[in-house]
T-cell receptor, first 114, second 111 residues
Framework: DSGVTQTPKHLITATGQRVTLRCSPRSGDLSVYWYQQSLDQGLQFLIQYYNGEERAKGNILERFSAQQFPDLHSELNLSPLELGDSALYFC?????????????FGEGSWLTVV | DQQVKQNSPSLSVQEGRISILNCDYTNSMFDYFLWYKKYPAEGPTFLIS?????DKNEDGRFTVFLNKSAKHLSLHIVPSQPGDSAVYFCAASAGSYQLTFGKGTKLSVIP
C-alpha cells in the first residue's frame, strides 16, 4: 500500500459525459501528479500540483482540468469525454516538488468510455 | 520524441538467474533515475533509484547501474524469482521533477 488513495477504481461512462477522478496523497506529501496510461503506451504525464498551485503541465488535453485543494487532495476532471479517453489514470504524490524525491503511485482509476 | 526508451518489450529469464533490464535516455539534463515495478491492475511500485552523481546503487537483489556517457542505465535482479514477474518501467527527471517514463519491459521469470 503506497498510501496514495484514488477513487473510483473503475468507471464506465458514455461519450460526452463528465467524470471526476479523486486522489488523496500520502500523509505529508505536498506534490500531486496525474498520469495517463493507455493501451500500448507508457505512462504519460498530465499535470503536477504542489501545495495547491499548478507546477508543471504535460500532455493534458484542454478538455481536462485538475486542481489541488487546501487539504492537498486533488481532482482530475474530464469533459466532454471521448472514446479515446478510455485509459488507466494514476495519481501519484511526493514530499516536495524537487528532483530526487521518490514519487509514489496510487492503484489507478480505470475509465472506460462507451 | 521519446526521451526514455526501453527497447525490449519483454524478457524471459529462468528462476535463479540474473535479469538485466535496460533503459536508454536522450536528455542530458536528466539527473535522477528510478525503476518502478507494475503488476496488472495495480499502480507502479517504486523499486530503486539513482542520482546522476553515482554510477551504482544496490538494494538487496536489485542493483541499478548508470552510465552517463552512454546515457544508459540498467537494472540487475539477482537471483530472479517468479514473484519478480511484472512490467518494469524506467523513469527519469530533470530538475523540476516531472517524471518521464519508458514504455516498460515485461519480465517473466520461469520457475
Amino acid at each position: 500500500d503506497s498510501g496514495v488513495t484514488q477513487t473510483p477504481k473503475h468507471l464506465i461512462t458514455a461519450t460526452g459525459q463528465r467524470v471526476t477522478l479523486r486522489c488523496s496523497p500520502r500523509s505529508g506529501d505536498l506534490s500531486v501528479y496525474w498520469y495517463q496510461q493507455s493501451l500500448d503506451q507508457g505512462l504519460q504525464f498530465l499535470i503536477q500540483y504542489y501545495n495547491g498551485e499548478e507546477r508543471a503541465k504535460g500532455n493534458i488535453l484542454e478538455r481536462f482540468s485538475a486542481q489541488q485543494f487546501p487539504d492537498l487532495h486533488s481532482e482530475l476532471n474530464l469533459s466532454p469525454l471521448e472514446l479515446g479517453d478510455s485509459a488507466l489514470y494514476f495519481c501519484a504524490s511526493s514530499r516536495t516538488a524537487d528532483s530526487g524525491n521518490t514519487i509514489y503511485f496510487g492503484e489507478g482509476s480505470w475509465l472506460t468510455v462507451v | 520524441d521519446q526521451q526514455v526508451k526501453q527497447n525490449s518489450p519483454s524478457l524471459s529469464v529462468q528462476e535463479g538467474r540474473i535479469s538485466i533490464l535496460n533503459c536508454d535516455y536522450t536528455n542530458s539534463m536528466f539527473d535522477y533515475f528510478l525503476w518502478y515495478k507494475k503488476y496488472p491492475a495495480e499502480g507502479p511500485t517504486f523499486l530503486i533509484s539513482i542520482s546522476s552523481i553515482k554510477d551504482k546503487n544496490e538494494d538487496g537483489r536489485f542493483t541499478v547501474f548508470l552510465n552517463k556517457s552512454a546515457k544508459h542505465l540498467s537494472l540487475h535482479i539477482v537471483p530472479s524469482q517468479p514473484g519478480d514477474s511484472a512490467v518494469y518501467f524506467c523513469a527519469a527527471s530533470a530538475g523540476s521533477y516531472q517524471l518521464t517514463f519508458g514504455k516498460g519491459t515485461k519480465l517473466s521469470v520461469i520457475p
